[in-house]
């Protein structure tokens, strides 16, 4: 198993940021042929998942959390710690905050406009640490 960190400067807010390069630069350094990547980020109010990354669905994207999941409700998490991002908890459980993608012929496999993204749901900026896992 191979191991590597990305580590991401985010604004909060669910700033979304490709790490799509990051990921890709891991299978090149760790010259992966075949195999698959699992990356996992650390913490509760941030998530991974993919998106054709471009400003439409970034706007697309943040506006759909809002609807799904709101930043103003009555959250018992908020009530609880005097917290203000109950909302940043729910959204990172529901994307989740690993995700795995496949390598063949050393290539990732994604489509052209599909991109991974770190979200981070916090309130604030934060400094994130993604573990990437390569298994070949
Ligand atoms: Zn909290």
Excluded at 17 to 33: P, S, W
Excluded at 129 to 135: A, L, T
């Amino acid at each position: 198993m191979l191991t590597d960190y990305i580590k991401v400067k985010t604004k909060g807010n669910s700033d979304i940021i490709d790490i799509t390069l990051q990921v890709a630069g891991f299978v090149e350094r760790q010259k992966i042929k075949d195999g698959i990547i699992f990356l996992s980020v650390i913490g509760s109010t941030a998530a991974i998942t993919t998106m054709e990354y471009e400003s439409g669905l970034i706007k697309d994207l943040k506006r759909a959390f809002e609807e799904i999941i709101p930043y103003k409700k009555d959250y018992a998490h908020n009530f609880t710690w005097a917290d203000d991002n109950g909302h940043s908890h729910l959204r990172s459980s529901f994307i989740k905050t690993s995700f795995f993608v496949s390598v063949t012929a050393s290539k990732l496999d994604l489509g052209t406009w599909q991109q991974i993204v770190l979200v981070d749901f916090d309130t604030q900026p934060r400094d994130r640490k993604i573990v990437v896992k390569g298994v070949i």
